[in-house]
């Protein structure tokens, strides 16, 4: 039984990433995440653990890639300018294969834009992010306790596949307070980091390491054909093994809702109005929105399903379900545009979801 | 009488340190470039002091990337400009390591300034050494932040003009006036004398290092035969009559406590 | 009897002369017909009786190619 609180998702990450035994925390500045910063500022030196507020999100990222190559667990966070800011590092810390976690708490955009909440990032992340053919596992919250607790599974799995995991949520889900039972989880045994650049003396054997994000060039891989082969094979085990979705009232659904974060909870709500009145509706919301639950849409899709994504952007999941249904279902759109009101405060509501649902119908 | 026998000693008098890898492998370096004479200064004062087994060198993108594959010693590879933030990183985690980053004068005082700042700012206990040859080696010879006024380069192919692109940068001035900087020297090796004394100035700021002073940093002057388009004794002329006017040798701070 | 040698690695040898300019006594040429199997010009030790070690061929030499060593040989009675 762990420890109850009634704290913002922001603040369970960190108390999250405490339990999961992260030992440094760098971060800059940024709205709406800087609770996690001032957490982490408060918090870890009373752990004996590290903060450091770096000169900037560029700052953040490389004196993180400095901290996951001595191997210890250590992450970082933003929000969607300082993210932008993060890509060359993060793609360079996924060729030397260096597991680190980092907090993306999306805000609108593009540019600068309204320092409020929104769901624009999805194809970035989704896609790695940053140069070249890379994939992190993102993983996306939809409450304070889904925070506190994938934070947890984000270093297990970072570990586990000597990647960068992101942990995606927003402004709403930031900053919403709600009762967190914060305790640790477990997960099982990750590879000893042997790898890792600590003092040769350190090491058992005695010889020198070198971590780099040129994998052919100093000798890691003989040539790049390997290391490409090495990287495909790892983002394969990790869309076989990953896979993390909520399915709610599908079995029966004739209208399934694809949504991820605070959507998610809108369209429950709508998907409970609707049944209310005898419309067949379900979720499926992806927990792992990479690797994305393809499988389990198209099977919906060849079962006679039709699909209404909701998200608070102009369509970017969207494609994904497209490309999961293979043509053989209709797929509608919830979009940025529907929000209730026109300016930066507006959010989709479950009465706008539940409009569009009897519109499909 | 007794037998009269000859004794032989075959004594080593100077040569490759230990701290270098058994080859340096392939020929990555242009002849008479000073990186990896960098490496072997480093390596000298790394044996002398005795931490080679306690010590993590951080390389910027560059010329100096290769020497990687030279110091046998725990190293990691840094994006462009970035290594004083990775030093950063790998100081805190480990705080009795010696964390030195070997960074180029582009990688450090153009794409590097960021992290540069942040490092001087927070007053990290890490070495940073600067290998100075006014160009962007191995992109070919592009103008860097030391490039000398009215020096071709390919992209100043009629001289760097003031006009457009400003002065030459200096570095080791510029870090002399951080309060959390405990060393700021400058050095060169186009001579046996200043060989040894550019040794002296890392060793000190190893030093510096080890007794948790401050942020300690060498810039040393280095010859680039190949893209200052000279034979390497030419080169070390042109540091002669021409860097070490512009980038005076010495130290420019050196204090023992900072509060 | 003491006798200086300073031994050039040919496979390491780039042929940059700095060992040629920094020997104070002038021991270390490049006579031109000599190359590294990679086709650089090797510089040959030419003047073992003037080499005082001092060591500065070998201190500077980028590429830590060239050994120094003094030998030293003494009657020893039995």
Known sequence: MGERMFIEGNVAIGWGAAKADCQAFFGYPITPQNEITEWFAREFPKMGRI????????????ILYGAAAAGVRAMTSTSSPGWSLMQETV?????????????????AGPGGGPIRHAQQDYLQCTRGGGHGDYRNIVLAPASSQECCDLVQLAFYLADKYRNPVIVMSDAIIGRLRETVEVKKIEFGPVPDKEWAARGKGRHKDGKRRVVDHCADLFGRDPNYRTFLQRLDQKVGQMQESELQYESYKTDDAELIL??????????????????????????IRPIAIWPFPYKVIGDKARQGCKFLV?????????????????????????????????????????DKVFDKIRQIK | MGKETKKVTRERVAGRQKLLVPQI???VYCPGCHEPLAARAIADVLEELGTGDRTLGVFGIGCSSFLLGILDIDVVLGPHGRPPDMATGLKRV???????????????????????????????????????????????????????????????????????????????????????????????????????????????????QMDSVGLSFVEILCACPANWRMSP??????????????????????????? | MVKAEVVIDEEQCQGCGYCV???????????????????????????????????????????AAIEVYISASSEVPA
């Open chain 1, 51 to 62: 903060f450091v507020q770096s000169q900037s999100e560029l700052g953040s990222i490389n």
């Open chain 1, 91 to 107: 793609s360079d810390m996924a060729n030397a294969e260096l597991p680190c976690v980092i907090v993306h708490v999306q805000r």
């Open chain 1, 258 to 283: 694809v949504a991820y974060g605070y959507t998610a909870r809108v369209s429950k709500e709508a998907v409970n109005m609707a049944r209310a009145e005898g419309i067949r509706a379900g979720l």
């Open chain 1, 310 to 350: 909701v998200e608070d952007c102009l369509g970017q999941m969207v494609e994904d379900v497209r490309f999961a249904v293979e043509g053989c279902a209709d797929v509608h759109l919830v979009s940025i545009l529907d929000r209730h009101i026109p300016t930066d405060g507006g959010m989709i509501l479950p």
């Open chain 2, 25 to 27: 492998a392939g020929f």
């Open chain 2, 94 to 208: 480990y705080p009795d390591n010696i964390v030195f980053t070997v960074q180029g004068d582009g990688d450090l005082m153009s794409i590097g300034a960021d992290p540069l700042l942040g490092a001087l700012t927070r007053a990290e206990k890490i070495t940073i050494i600067m290998l100075n040859n006014a160009v962007y080696g191995t992109t070919g010879g592009q103008m860097a932040p030391t490039s000398l006024v009215g020096q071709i380069t390919t992209t100043t192919p009629g001289g760097r003009d003031i006009a457009h692109f400003g002065f030459p940068a200096h570095a080791a001035e510029m870090i002399a006036t951080f309060k959390g900087v405990a060393y700021s020297a400058r050095g060169a090796f186009n001579t046996p004398y200043n060989y040894e004394r550019t040794k002296g100035y890392i060793k000190i700021a190893f030093q510096k």
């Open chain 2, 233 to 259: 004794t030419d080169s070390l002329k042109w540091i002669e009559e021409k860097m070490i006017l512009e980038f005076p040798l010495g130290e420019f701070k050196n204090v023992d406590r900072i509060e």
């Open chain 3, 21 to 63: 300019k920094f020997c104070p006594r002038g021991c270390v040429v490049i006579t031109g017909d000599k190359f590294t199997p990679q086709g650089y010009l090797l510089p040959t030790f030419i003047k073992p009786d003037e080499c005082n070690t001092c060591g500065f061929c070998a201190m500077l030499c980028p590429r």
